[in-house]
T-cell receptor, first 117, second 116 residues
Framework: AQTVTQSQPEMSVQEAETVTLSCTYD???????LFWYKQPPSRQMILVIR??????QNATENRFSVNFQKAAKSFSLKISDSQLGDAAMYFC??????????????FGTGTLLAVQP | KAGVTQTPRYLIKTRGQQVTLSCSPI?????VSWYQQTPGQGLQFLFE???????NKGNFPGRFSGRQFSNSRSEMNVSTLELGDSALYLC???????????????FGPGTRLTVT
């Protein structure tokens, strides 16, 4: 069974600075997707960034980028130029890409990010 | 385009009662997944429906059930409620054509269920 681990329950960053959230996962599959989701205090979960395991290039979305280390099964999220609106719970998630796989997401326990003005 | 909607947003029930939660996916999305979110267990997958068929089920007791209608709207039902069922129930929809063509799942705001 696949597992996702986020070892940082809480993190804090100063506005305009950079912060990195950690995520490790365990799987025996070779094809999968990894995601970072953001859940602000309003509770609506939104996708921040995704990574396909077969792609060696790290995904980037504006101020958000990942460091995907497939051999180490590590998937960290870097937020550059942090803004107050980045304050939220961040979840790392895994989804299988094997033939016949469904949309089931396996989530980590989350990292609560605080942004200090 | 309207997002995923869930009704009701808040619900208070008593132990032993049953409850039905509703989810309307984004127009054109035929896959609907349900998740339970609690402080202790985090986010856990309940089940997924596509074209009125359950495609996958998480590790929850039989008291948790769901269904999907021909218009892709989905409901989940919890019978004989227990205190531990208090949680935020999230619904997510995605475009799915029979092959895995969309990565993104769009989440609704959730239904906060409190069991007393």
């Amino acid at each position: 069974a696949q597992t996702v681990t986020q070892s940082q329950p809480e993190m804090s960053v100063q506005e305009a600075e950079t912060v990195t959230l950690s995520c490790t996962y365990d799987t025996s599959e070779s094809d999968y997707y990894l995601f970072w989701y953001k859940q602000p205090p309003s509770r609506q979960m939104i996708l921040v960034i995704r990574q396909e395991a077969y792609k060696q290039q790290n995904a980037t979305e504006n101020r958000f980028s990942v460091n995907f280390q497939k051999a180490a099964k590590s998937f960290s999220l870097k937020i550059s130029d942090s803004q107050l609106g980045d304050a939220a719970m961040y979840f790392c998630a895994y989804r299988s890409a094997r033939n016949g796989a469904t949309n089931k997401l396996i989530f980590g326990t989350g990292t609560l990010l605080a942004v200090q003005p | 385009k309207a997002g995923v909607t869930q009704t009701p947003r808040y619900l208070i029930k008593t132990r032993g009662q049953q409850v039905t939660l509703s989810c309307s996916p984004i127009s054109g999305h035929r896959s609907v997944s349900w998740y339970q979110q609690t402080p202790g267990q985090g986010l856990q997958f309940l089940f997924e429906y596509f074209s009125e068929t359950q495609r996958n089920k998480g590790n929850f007791p039989g008291r948790f059930s769901g269904r999907q209608f021909s218009n892709s709207r989905s409901e989940m039902n919890v019978s004989t409620l227990e205190l531990g069922d208090s949680a935020l129930y999230l619904c997510a929809s995605s475009f799915f054509s029979g092959t895995l063509t969309s990565y993104e799942q769009y989440f609704g705001p959730g239904t906060r269920l409190t069991v007393t």
